[in-house]
C-alpha cells in the first residue's frame, strides 16, 4: 500500500497519510504525494469538500519522520524543506472549498501544523494535540505558529508552543481549535454528515464564503466589507441564484450547476 492514499467519492476527496507503523509520520512518499493531489484538487470543478486523515486509530500525524528529516542536514536544507510544506500546506489551506482534518488519533509537532493548515477539525474522543516541537530543539516551520496565533491569540499560542502540553479534545474544543469531538471510530462518518449539509448549499457560495473569509484573515475590516459586496454582487446574477429561488417557489430541492 502506498505511504499516502486520495480517494474520490463524488465530489468529496478523502486523503489519508498510510503509515501506522510509524504513526503516521511525515515522509518524501507523503509529502510529495499529497503535493501530487493537490494539482488534481485545484483543477477540479467538481471538487465540494476534502477530508484528511490518517490510517489506524493511534496517531493522525507524529510530524516528520525523524529518520527521513534528518537527511536534511544544512541550513539551507532545513530551509528548502520547511518553504517546502509551507507552499504544500498553503495550497491545501487555499483550496477554494471546505478542508476538514479528522483526528483518529494524536497530532504531535508537524502534524499539528497539518491539522491548522485544515478549515476545520474534527477531533475524536482518544486524540489529542501536541505542538511539541520544542521538545526536540524546533520551533513551528510549516506554517502552524502563524496559523495557530490567528486561531487562538497571542497568549494561548505562546503556552501551547512552549510548554509543548497535550490539548485535549475537549480543551481544543474550548479554544476553538475543534469543531467537534465525536467518539473513537466516528470521526469519517461525522466528517462526511458535515460534508453532506455542506453540498446541500450552492457550490457558487460555498466557494465565494472560503474566498471572503480568507480574504478577511490577511485584510481590514473595511477591505474585507467590499470584497464581500464584490462576492455578493456575482452571486446574486448566477445562475445558481436565479435555481434556488425559483426551486423555493416551485416547492422543490434546487438543482445546483455551479455557476
Avoid at 32 to 58: H, K, M, P, W
Avoid at 88 to 109: K, T
Avoid at 245 to 253: D, L, Q, Y
Amino acid at each position: 500500500m502506498p505511504d499516502f492514499i486520495h480517494e474520490a467519492e463524488g465530489g468529496l476527496s478523502i486523503l489519508k497519510f498510510n503509515r501506522k507503523n510509524v504513526r503516521n509520520a511525515i515522509n518524501e512518499e507523503i509529502m510529495q504525494g499529497l503535493s501530487d493531489a493537490l494539482v488534481n484538487l485545484e483543477a477540479s470543478r467538481e471538487l465540494r469538500a476534502v477530508v484528511l486523515t490518517g490510517a489506524g486509530e493511534e496517531a493522525f500525524c507524529s510530524g516528520g519522520d525523524l529518520k527521513w528529516l534528518q537527511s536534511f542536514e544544512s541550513h539551507e536544507a532545513g530551509l528548502g524543506m520547511s518553504r517546502r510544506m509551507q507552499g504544500i500546506l498553503g495550497r491545501l489551506s487555499e483550496l477554494p472549498v471546505p478542508v476538514i482534518a479528522v483526528l483518529n488519533g494524536y497530532a504531535l509537532g508537524g502534524g499539528t501544523e497539518i491539522a491548522m493548515s485544515c478549515d476545520m477539525r474534527i477531533i475524536e474522543e482518544h486524540a489529542y494535540m501536541s505542538f511539541k516541537q520544542a521538545r526536540v530543539g524546533l520551533m513551528t516551520g510549516w506554517g502552524g505558529g502563524g496559523r495557530l496565533l490567528r486561531a487562538i491569540g497571542y497568549g494561548r499560542a505562546m503556552e501551547l508552543l512552549t510548554t509543548c502540553k497535550e490539548l485535549s479534545p475537549e480543551d481544543a474544543l474550548k479554544m476553538g481549535l475543534a469543531n467537534a469531538v465525536v467518539h473513537k471510530g466516528d470521526g469519517l462518518r461525522v466528517a462526511k454528515a458535515m460534508v453532506d449539509e455542506i453540498t446541500k448549499s450552492a457550490p457558487t457560495a460555498i466557494r465565494s464564503l472560503k474566498e471572503l473569509l480568507l480574504f478577511g484573515l490577511e485584510n481590514t475590516l473595511n477591505e474585507t466589507k467590499g470584497m464581500e459586496s464584490s462576492l455578493f454582487a456575482d452571486l446574486w446574477v448566477s445562475e445558481d441564484h436565479d435555481e434556488a429561488v425559483k426551486a423555493f417557489f416551485e416547492k422543490r430541492n434546487p438543482v445546483f450547476k455551479g455557476r
